[in-house]
């Protein structure tokens, strides 16, 4: 699902620590569409000249080069953290083979650190050339510490602009460690990102050869139903002199252990940090809750395993049951909001990609004037927005609704399913008696722990269009050529495009949030209160229609929607779901002329004239508040 060509992303600016209401500052990127090849060479690992060994997180026959866009101009700062052990024992650094990626490097210097803020060894690197490695050495041999070292190069950009542009090497499999920048003056760690790992490698001596020497590497806690049999990816990293073809394996999961065997479609090749994806088959714990798993590679081709002591710890998660979550998309937008159309299409991939797991609710108050769709501020949640378009994924981390934190809000959205439904949740909904809102009941169950919750309703609306003001969508976009460097994705708004006007008429709206159980700027849904393990609840709350004349007339009744939203104490949302209202209820928005209170139906009969709760199937007569009758068939 990642686009590779032209496509304009954002990259995470704070990974170190993911605060769920921090804003994520980025810089623009785009990917190359001829990435440069660095070629790593990968033969004789074990017998290279000086009796020097390579060490790198990466060693992919060719880097995936992302482009620098907005931000040329300036210094930089790219490193890797080496650890200590894992049959590193007594190894010396003696160099660094450095990508180099563009003639605009300058004052290149390589560079060991055991901080990140001072430098143990630091020299000039010259007679650079670009897409080549460049070798250096250092003055004396240096030892890996007991906690690791860091290593890494500084450069400077040089130009005229601002909008100088060059090429960063970024390649592999993410793994911690891997890849470190400091490029707005304060060190971010990149590492649990997406991107993957920084090729730099590492010139090695006095390593003691090991024939046999792999570990396992499990990212991520892992999440199982009680009681199931499993199937964890993960890795295997191998420091050995021979190619490895199997390997069996223990993972020890409270007190139990479990004992299996992996044979590899491809051997690793013998050298230092080599890795393959792996499978390992686990049984789940009969109990729920939080357990520490250990992970170690006992034999390798039936040989023992120098490093079968190195254990690598992961959390499982143990559920009653393992349920993918709803995830809730709420979008700061607005009608005269220039650059919103580029939230829409986000939007749009979600909903295509993801389909009813995507609860998307587009939040019209980025103008209060002008926009049919607006929602007072106090008829929704608080959420405090810094700008259009944005959005969150279960109230987490503000993001662009197209880029998302990483360049495609998709890749945001697959992160956050990676955690299942900690709490499940079913939704149905009806009209009520009287036409003028919609009854909706969620029934909610905790499949671990005993969380407390309260609960949100949304009512939503697709296919929303009408004409004259308030319904044009002005676009920034229709100014703009589309040309190789622009978003695919936004083709139809450039100018000439199916949207490329600067304000778009005849124009559809989706996931509109119409009303919410808001209302005076407090939730006035029942919570549901401390949910105990195993426990189902019911909650009911009748949304409104919207008050405005204007927006219920372009009401689409095949296209109305409830969502829930189950709200943890610390205001994150543990999950989300919606469902269609049913149509084959009486389109009251289409049959009523709206124009004062006393439209309200109050009563419904049937052709014999006899009162019925609620309208059905053939003709039904409504009367209103003000007396006055019509008739509404219903097929």
Known sequence: MKRIFFLKFCILLLFEVINAYEIRASIRIECDSNPISLILNTEKAFSQSENLVEWAYCYDSFASIKKFKGKGVGNYQLCIYIPSGKGLEGAKIEGLKIPITTAKMKNVKAWLSKDLDTKLAEIDVTNISSSTFKEVRFEKK??????????????????????????????????????YMNIDKSWKNYSISELGVLPLKVLLSNITPHKTAAYLYIPGKQYTAIDSDNTLKGYIISNSTEPINSFSYNVRIGDVDQRGIF????????????????????KSPKQTGEFQAQFNVLEIDKMVNYLSSEKSTEKFIN??????????VEEFTGTACPNCPRGHVGMEMMREYFGDKFVGIAIHQYNSQGDAMYINTSNYAPLKFVGAPMCMLNRKVQMDPRYGSNGDIREDFLYEQKTPALVGLNVTAQWNEKLDGIIVTSIARSYLGNPTLSVEYV???????????GWGQKNTYATQTYDANSDPMLKD????????????????????????????????????????EGEEMNNTFTLPLPKSINLKKALNKEQLYAAVLLVDRDGTILNAAKCKIPASTPNVIENIERNDSESTISEVFNLSGQRINTPQKGVN???????????????
């Open 142 to 179: 240096y030892d890996i510490p007991n906690e690791g070292i860091y290593a890494g190069f500084s450069f400077e950009i040089i130009g005229s602009s601002d909008e100088e542009n060059f090429c960063l090497p970024i390649a592999g499999i993410p793994e911690p460690g891997g890849l």
């Open 263 to 282: 044979d590899l479609r491809t051997p690793i090749p013998a050298g230092l940090h080599r890795k393959a994806e792996v499978t390992l088959q686990i």
């Open 319 to 328: 559920l009653l049951k393992l349920e993918e979550q709803g995830v809730a």
């Open 459 to 469: 009512l939503i609306g697709d296919s929303l269009t009408g004409k004259g003001a």
């Open 493 to 532: 708004y450039y100018k000439g495009g199916k949207y490329g006007q600067s304000v778009i008429n005849d124009y559809y709206f989706n996931d509109v949030a119409l009303s919410s159980s808001y209302s005076g700027g407090i939730n006035k849904a029942q919570p549901f209160g401390t949910l105990h």
């Open 621 to 635: 007569i409504l009367r209103r508040k003000d007396g006055r009758t019509f008739k509404v068939i219903i097929r």
